[in-house]
């Protein structure tokens, strides 16, 4: 139940094309939702975070999409760019519990 | 601003010794560290929360005498692999929640990869 399902495992987008990354979760306890970018060698960087009160975040080009009845939450990045190749991970964390549980990460490729 | 660094970035060691990382809040306090690990292309797996001034809490399945963790300041961590083995080789990740707030979003530093020869 403290699962956070992430796919696709790796994407390839063309630039200038939309990066979409899914995540599921079974626990309905958990309240705040962030996703993370990580390039080799370094550590998470937080990129947008949304909490389940509203449906939609955008932050630049980074917007996501949280339904909360379907218990899915995703990551859309417009315009992808060739320095958004990096990898992805969505997390989710329950009230004043501090920890993360972090999704399997997705590999996002976006050719030039 | 919400800085966290980690020192080092990278060790080489022999097997059986005994490897310290340092986990520091450049710019906030931070009552609560956690530390991670995380293997080639895999996610990033917690293995303890460490808060000031008292014992850390390890996950399930992480040896606490093997990873030892003191937070004895409210801007420093450190993760001590002792005794360490070339299976212990891995990225290690440490992470800051700000005292203010004392809830996410959680500040990640930029890991240490151990080597273990």
């Known amino acids: 139940q403290q699962q956070v399902k992430q796919s696709p495992q790796s994407l390839i987008v063309q630039k200038g094309g939309i990066s979409i990354i899914n995540c599921a979760y079974e626990?309905?306890?958990?309240?705040?939702f962030p996703w993370y970018q990580q390039f080799p060698g370094k550590g998470p960087a937080l990129l947008i975070a949304?909490?389940?009160?509203?449906s939609e975040k955008k932050e630049g080009r980074f917007t996501i999409s949280f339904n909360k009845s379907a218990k899915q939450f995703s990551l859309h990045i417009m315009d992808s760019q060739p320095g958004d190749s990096a990898t992805y991970f969505c997390?989710?964390?329950?009230?004043?519990?501090?920890?993360?549980?972090f999704g399997t990460g997705t590999r996002l490729l976006v050719s030039p | 601003g919400a800085v966290v660094s980690q020192h080092p970035s990278w060790v080489i060691c022999k097997s059986g010794t005994s490897v310290k990382i340092e986990c520091r809040s450049l710019?906030?306090?931070?009552?609560?560290m956690f530390w991670y690990r995380q293997f080639p292309k895999q996610s990033l797996m917690l293995m303890a929360t460490?808060?000031?001034?008292?014992?850390?809490?390890?996950e399930q399945g992480v040896e606490k005498d093997k990873f030892l963790i003191n937070h004895a300041s409210l801007t420093l961590s450190t993760l001590t692999v002792t005794s360490a083995h070339p299976e212990d080789s891995s990225f290690y990740i440490c992470?800051?929640?700000?005292?203010?707030?004392?809830?996410?979003?959680?500040?990640f530093g930029d890991g240490t990869r151990l080597s273990i020869l």
């Open positions: 460490s808060n000031e001034g008292s014992k850390a809490t390890y």
């Open positions: 949304i909490r389940p009160d509203v």
């Open positions: 710019d906030f306090q931070a009552t609560t």
């Open positions: 997390a989710a964390s329950p009230p004043g519990f501090q920890k993360l549980v």
């Open positions: 992470s800051a929640l700000p005292r203010e707030t004392g809830n996410q979003p959680q500040h």
């Open positions: 626990n309905t306890a958990f309240d705040y």
